[in-house]
């Protein structure tokens, strides 16, 4: 199975802030990866596909880039709403398999 | 607008079964596929499986394989995920998700249902 590292598992930001969360495969996946965005006791919103194509009405401070092993998410300017948790996943092969998320709160 | 609305809230008894539906609306049924994402509390997001919509071919984690079985209704556009011989550590939010074309993300989900395993 691909194993995805992300990290930090936790950041503390505040508002306007350049925030930037990395995700490690455990071995190359191209361009197979996806990142998402959670908050609390909502359904996962997909953010990012193909490593750094920003999905239809995602704000474009959200971006991504990487491809291989190394994949970054980063929010250019955070915003009130951004503080929320984040996962990469990568659609290579199966079994899918997502990052441990990374957690995003308010300095 | 494409929606995936699941069914609700559940309750079981270690041992038991549980049957999870999730109506798909908006788009062609059959052209996508459908995943199922579990997500225990205050854990992560674990990718269990996914179905093909035309033709009802599965895929599942190897973790869950022999204990969950995944199946359509194309007449009312519907997905069902059950999960059997369920255990405590089975309790999490459950999440069926549409599979894109292209990369395979999952650019759809449903609003989750909660299961509960306890005795």
């Known amino acids: 199975d691909i194993q995805l590292t992300q990290s930090p598992s936790f950041l503390s930001a505040s508002v306007g802030d350049r925030v930037t969360i990395t995700c490690r495969a455990s071995?190359?996946?191209?361009?197979?990866l996806a990142w998402y965005q959670q908050e609390p006791e909502k359904a996962p919103k997909l953010l990012i596909y193909a490593a750094s194509t920003l999905q239809s009405g995602v704000p474009s401070r959200f971006s991504g880039s990487g491809s291989g092993t190394e994949f970054t998410l980063t929010i250019s300017s955070l915003q009130p709403e951004d503080f929320a948790t984040y996962y990469c996943?990568?659609?290579?092969?199966?079994?899918?398999?997502f990052g441990g998320g990374t957690k995003v709160e308010i300095k | 607008q494409v929606q995936l609305v699941q069914s609700g809230a559940e309750v079981k008894k270690p041992g038991a079964s549980v049957k999870v539906s999730c109506k798909a609306s908006g788009y062609t049924f059959t052209s996508y596929s459908m995943h199922w994402v579990r997500q225990a509390p205050g854990q992560g997001l674990e990718w269990m499986g996914l179905?093909?919509?035309?033709?009802?071919?599965?895929v599942f984690a190897q973790t869950l394989q022999g204990r969950v079985t995944v199946s359509r209704d194309t007449s009312t556009t519907t997905v069902y995920m059950e999960l059997s011989s369920l255990i405590s550590e089975d309790t999490a939010v459950y999440y069926c998700a549409r599979r894109a074309t292209g990369t395979g993300q999952s650019d759809f989900w449903g609003q989750g249902t909660l299961v509960t395993v306890s005795s």
């Open positions: 179905i093909n919509l035309r033709d009802g071919a599965t």
């Open positions: 996943q990568q659609l290579k092969s199966y079994p899918l398999t």
């Open positions: 071995q190359g996946i191209s361009s197979y």
